[in-house]
Nanobody, 124 residues
């Protein structure tokens, strides 16, 4: 069983930055595949970023790869999402997710473990 706890959300003005953290339980964190997703009210859950904690390879949708950066610290069992140049349309609940195996990073259904989410609100 993997437990994920997100933190770092909050209210920020457009153009600002936030760094989200996701702390994971478990002794095999370095073998996980981790993802960040977001969900705005009335919208479907959207893939934001993914990382292979073994190799460090990262994955992004084209629309976000310039402004968002995912990273990990295996010693701290933590994944980060650095978000820059934030826009009001980035407002959403951001979720961290984990899986033990490969496959597409953007498919939410492939992740069995999810955090509770952290709210990010970007004001104009």
């Amino acid at each position: 069983q993997v437990q994920l706890v997100e933190s770092g959300g909050g209210l920020v003005q457009a153009g600002g930055s936030l760094r989200l953290s996701c702390a994971a339980s478990g002794r095999t964190f370095s073998s996980y595949r981790m993802g960040w997703f977001r969900q705005a009210p009335g919208k479907e859950r959207e893939f934001v970023a993914g990382i292979n904690c073994t190799s460090g390879s990262t994955y992004y949708p084209d629309s976000l790869k310039v402004r968002f950066t995912i990273s990990r610290d295996n010693a701290k069992n933590t994944v980060y999402l650095q978000m820059n140049s934030l826009k009001p349309e980035d407002t959403a609940v951001y979720y961290c997710a984990a899986k033990a195996y490969g496959g597409s990073y953007s498919e939410a259904k492939l992740y069995p473990y999810w955090g509770q989410g952290t709210q990010v609100t970007v004001s104009s």
